[in-house]
């Protein structure tokens, strides 16, 4: 769990705050009543918080000194207080703290711990900044990492697209339109015949900017346009709205093709792609080995302890499969209590060790459960020739699943068992 800094001196709203950020995004709250308790707590242990949430009034430093103490640590700094006026607005966003959130009702909370989250997950984004001009990127580059995220930086075009090529992961451009070799509508059709707009967010950035240099630049596939000046809150309700829409295709995209309970792959995701690694092993390119597992006596597990319990019993599994494959083997959770995996380029006495070893693994895990250890065992069949077509090799792993089963349980049958 990430730990967060909340320096508050009003209890209640230190401890709304505290089970926000704990129950619905899972970080560790540290609580500080007073500037001396968060300078006492800094001096011990700074290096472990990933940010800080302040108020500006506190008993012993009533004119916000906790913005400058936490900002002196390098933490990124966010201020809730119960004051708001245009000169302390001002004052906060010269010392780059990330935002300025007055404290209102309920739903100020659920928006700073929100805010809080976005930091944490920014930490993981990349964004690219391009634009012929040093001071301009320079500009661009400090704020985004105020609010901590990864940036690059090319001055041309030609650059950019090179950095695209050898950065995997870049979920945001920001473009000037007027750049020397390529332009900005250039960079951004570019841009557009390898990523799309759910993969990647181009946003044009100019100070010639209007209505026509915006809807140009949206037309040639840029997902928004900001001109210069701009506030800086408008900036980052800008990025932020952007990098949001492209997580949320994702979580969409990841929700249709992952098994609600385990995190493990679907059916439908499964036989999609074994069906490409099934043609590549019809012509010769690779080995496969396929394995159909099946949870010995599950349905005694949830008469006995409750569907919970094997809920849990499946989500361990799932984690003891995520330990045995290899990041180019396929695993899913086919339904109910039955799993499936796809072994590439694995020879059958390879697979022979793999599944030994799972079923192993399987037997002699623990598995809590309020003040229980359950244990299971599972059953596996498994079929190591494509055959002439996907389902025929499936048949193949089911039928020695079948023989698991009526042999004994706990057991590995290959071909010619």
Excluded: W
């Excluded at 966010?78 to 607005?89: A, K, N, P, Q, W």
């Excluded at 945001?172 to 990523?195: A, W």
């Excluded at 984690?319 to 020879?347: K, P, W, Y």
């Amino acid at each position: 769990m990430e730990r967060v800094l909340v320096v508050e001196n009003t209890r209640l709203f230190a401890h709304l705050l505290k089970k926000e950020l704990e129950t619905r995004y899972g970080h560790k709250v540290t609580l500080a009543a007073s500037f001396a308790e968060a300078k006492e707590i800094l001096s011990r242990e700074a290096s472990s918080f990933f940010a800080a949430l302040l108020d500006l009034n506190l008993p012993d430093a009533p004119q916000g000194e906790i913005v400058d103490l936490v900002i002196g640590f390098g933490l990124p700094a966010i201020v809730f207080t119960g004051e708001l006026s245009d000169e302390l607005r001002e004052k906060m966003l010269e010392k780059r703290v990330i935002d300025y959130v007055l404290k209102e009702s309920a739903s100020s909370i659920g928006y700073v711990s929100g805010l809080v989250d976005r930091i944490s997950r920014n930490r993981a984004i990349k964004v690219l900044v391009v634009d012929d001009s040093k001071s301009a990127r320079s500009m661009l580059t400090q704020l985004l990492r105020i609010h901590q995220f990864q940036v690059l930086e090319a001055e041309s075009g030609v650059e950019a697209l090179s950095l695209l090529e050898q950065q995997p992961g870049i979920r945001l451009v920001l473009t000037d339109y007027n750049m020397p070799e390529m332009d900005g509508f250039e960079l951004t059709r570019r841009i557009r015949q390898k990523y799309d707009k759910n993969q990647m967010a181009v946003i044009g950035v100019s100070s010639y900017g209007n209505n026509v240099l915006s809807a140009r630049f949206i037309k040639h596939g840029a997902n928004d346009f900001i001109n210069k000046p701009f506030l800086t809150e408008e900036f980052y309700v800008r990025v932020t709205q952007n990098i949001e829409i492209i997580e949320f295709i994702q979580t969409l995209q990841e929700t249709s093709v992952r098994d609600y309970l385990t995190g493990l792959h679907n059916r439908r995701y499964f036989m999609e792609m074994a069906e490409k690694l099934h043609a590549a092993a019809r012509r010769g390119s690779m080995k496969l080995a396929f394995g159909l597992l099946d949870v010995d006596f599950f349905k005694k597990v949830n008469d006995q302890y409750g569907h919970e319990a094997g809920d849990e019993v499946l989500r361990r599994i799932a984690l003891i499969l995520r330990e045995h494959v290899r990041q180019g083997d396929l695993a899913a959770r086919l339904g109910g209590e039955e799993f499936c995996l796809m072994l590439v380029n694995t020879s059958q006495a390879g697979a022979v060790i793999l599944f030994e070893r799972l079923r192993t693994a399987i037997a002699n895990e623990g598995i809590e459960y309020k003040d229980q250890t359950l244990r299971v065992t599972a059953s596996i069949g498994v079929s190591c020739d494509p055959g002439e077509s996907l389902n025929l090799m499936m048949d193949q792993a089911d039928q020695r699943l079948y023989a698991a089963k009526h042999g004994g349980r706990n057991k590995v049958v290959f071909e010619g068992e």
